[in-house]
Nanobody, 122 residues
Framework: QVQLQESGGGSVQSGGSLKLSCAAS?????MAWFRQAPGKRRERVATIDADSFTSYVDSVKGRFTISQDNAKTTLYLQMNSLKPEDTAMYYC???????????????????WGQGTQVTVSS
């Protein structure tokens, strides 16, 4: 069982920064940030595995950084150079690895936080 609680969302102007946090308990070897804008599908933003290997969707590369604390009890998403198109509800997600591999797709993640809203104004 994994429990997740996001925080850190808010409203910023274009070009600004925000840092999201996700307090986590349980198996946190595979974690991810997803986001969902109104009327759009939920998309994977960034992932991190037990070896701290990270991956990002192309639209946030160079602007967002996913990380965990050393105890792996908190997941972070540092978001810089924010754009209006980054406006969405942001969710953290977790799922134990299967045969040593972290999940790649949304439907593979069973554990979700309640979400935190990020709004970027132009």
């Amino acid at each position: 069982q994994v429990q997740l609680q996001e925080s850190g969302g808010g409203s910023v102007q274009s070009g600004g920064s925000l840092k999201l946090s996700c307090a986590a308990s349980g198996d946190t070897r595979c974690m991810a940030w997803f986001r969902q804008a109104p009327g759009k599908r939920r998309e994977r933003v960034a992932t991190i595995d037990a070896d701290s290997f990270t991956s990002y969707v192309d639209s946030v590369k160079g602007r967002f950084t996913i990380s965990q604390d050393n105890a792996k009890t908190t997941l972070y998403l540092q978001m810089n150079s924010l754009k209006p198109e980054d406006t969405a509800m942001y969710y953290c997600a977790a799922e134990p690895p299967l045969q040593g591999l972290c999940p790649e797709y949304l439907y593979e993640y069973r554990y979700w936080g309640q979400g935190t809203q990020v709004t970027v104004s132009s």
